[in-house]
């Protein structure tokens, strides 16, 4: 492999793990208002937002995982899973 393809694939691993990090603080940011809600609906409302951000977290961190032959933290899916 080149220098040049080398650095391509670096920077694709990049683009690709920034884009994961945005959905993970997205899911974060939302779980902060979930906490600061007061009407039942309102809450409602940000839990299904938060549990689309999960389902597409996952997918990236499989995706990832395929892809660049990754392994990434999966202790939050992990423990979602035995419930």
Do not use: G, W
């Amino acid at each position: 492999m080149s220098k040049q393809e080398i650095n391509s694939s670096t920077d694709l691993i990049e683009v690709d793990i920034k884009k994961y990090n945005q959905v993970k603080i997205s899911l974060l940011k939302t779980s902060k208002c979930i906490e600061c809600c007061v009407q039942p609906n309102e809450k409602e409302l940000y839990q299904n937002i938060a549990i689309e951000y999960s389902k597409e977290l996952k997918l990236l961190k499989n995706s990832l995982e395929d892809t660049y032959d990754l392994k990434l933290c999966s202790c939050c899916f992990e423990n979602n899973q035995e419930k």
